[in-house]
């Protein structure tokens, strides 16, 4: 029925869908099944037309890189929607304010920050995700999170209708925010500070160095599968993960990177159902042997 509706819509607007779509290489794990409607957008008139019909009677998974996604072998029965090209624009505007679409790469963002001599975006060009998906999160690392650079932000309801919403108006949290689950993310604006760009170039570079000496790289990895604990302990959440659990530990082909343990691998040809249980024997372990509940940072699609 959804599909029946979905192609009657098309027909009627002339906009594209695909259908049966094969999500297995819109994420990092490479894992996952089919999407029974995959829409990408070319035009928030499109998205507003769409979202006015469908938005509040089916289930709709909003996707950006895929950088921190596990996703079911199962069929979604469902709307899975990518923003396309014309949502990962980048402008600066007079007053200093960079605007960037929520498709757009965290990394491009702060070459573009670099570019015109914008300072305090560095910190982006370690992160491998969306502005949208960095907005959702509350994405950082080197001390530093989207809550700092930001000033406002532009989504969508599931009504078709478009907000701004003010930062200081977000109750940001370690890995959180309390902005409206349902909301998609359509462009945000950040302020930098005027910068040589040499210096910004500098910058950049010593922070990806870093991370790649910490971090695995240009494998089947979703980053982070755990938040640290903020509360409960002073250690990260790599340092309880090494003290509870063998890190020769595996399910098929999903493992445990030696690198950066809080990192989990597809090794190869990894199910959903391997991965799931990698982070659920994972949980339960640290939880039996420091009293620590970890809390995930990936998003599970199911």
């Not at 009627?12 to 994420?27: A, H, P, Q, R, V």
């Not at 996707?63 to 069929?75: F, K, R, V, W």
């Not at 930062?167 to 370690?174: D, G, N, P, R």
């Not at 620590?292 to 990936?298: D, F, Q, T, V, W």
Request: with cysteine.
């Amino acid at each position: 029925m959804l599909v029946d509706a979905i192609k009657k819509f098309s027909d009627e607007t002339n906009i594209d869908f695909d259908f049966n779509y094969d999500l297995k290489k819109s994420n990092w794990f490479n894992i996952g099944g089919k999407t029974k409607v995959y829409f990408r957008p070319d035009s928030l008139s499109n998205l507003i037309k769409f979202l006015k019909i469908f938005g509040t009677k089916e289930k709709i998974f909003t996707i950006g890189a895929g950088s921190n996604t596990l996703i079911n072998d199962d069929i979604y029965n469902g709307i899975v929607i990518k923003l396309g090209k014309n949502f990962s624009n980048t402008s600066l505007l007079p007053n200093g304010v960079i605007v960037a679409g929520s498709a757009c790469k965290d990394k491009k963002l702060s070459e573009f920050a670099c570019d015109n001599e914008m300072g305090g975006l560095e910190f982006l060009s370690c992160i491998p995700g969306t502005v949208g998906g960095g907005l959702r999160m509350n994405a950082g690392c080197f001390s530093r999170e989207f809550k700092d650079i930001l000033l406002s932000v532009q989504a969508i309801d599931r009504l078709g209708r478009v907000i701004t919403i003010p930062a200081h108006k977000i109750l940001f949290e370690y890995r959180n925010n309390d902005l409206a689950e349902d909301l998609i993310f359509l462009s945000a604006s950040f302020k930098g500070e005027k910068k040589n760009k040499s210096k910004i170039e500098a910058e950049m570079k010593k922070l990806r160095k870093n991370k790649d000496k910490a971090q695995p790289t240009k494998i089947k990895t979703s980053g982070s599968t755990f938040k640290n604990p903020v509360t409960q302990t002073k250690k990260k959440v790599w340092e309880l993960i090494r003290e509870s659990v063998s890190l020769d530990t595996r399910f098929g082909d999903a493992c445990i990177s030696k690198k950066h343990c809080n990192f989990f691998v597809n090794n190869n040809n990894a199910s959903f159902n391997d991965m799931k249980k990698l982070i659920d024997f994972v949980t339960e372990r640290v939880e039996k042997k420091t009293g620590i509940k970890l809390e995930k940072e990936i998003k599970i699609l199911e």
